[in-house]
């Protein structure tokens, strides 16, 4: 077997560090996004529940209403 000379090994060492150090950080972070986004899910929905209570008149000023009011 061919044994890498002293600068290799620490070539190849931090190579190791920085793939294992990625993937630490990856995977300690995806929980958080994962409840990021079911927060941000929650609040649409919460907004959209409420924006469907609201009565707007003739529906002019209705966020969703991309129309602009005749004058």
Do not use: W
Not at 27 to 39: D, G, I, L
């Amino acid at each position: 077997m061919i044994k890498p000379n002293e600068q290799e090994a620490k070539v190849l060492l931090i190579a190791l560090s920085l793939v294992i150090g990625f993937c630490i950080g990856v995977f300690s972070v995806s929980p958080q996004v994962k409840e990021k986004n079911e927060q941000i899910d929650e609040l649409t929905e919460i907004i959209e529940e409420l924006l469907g209570r609201v009565e707007f008149p003739n529906k002019t000023n209705h966020p969703n209403n991309l129309h602009k009011p005749r004058q």
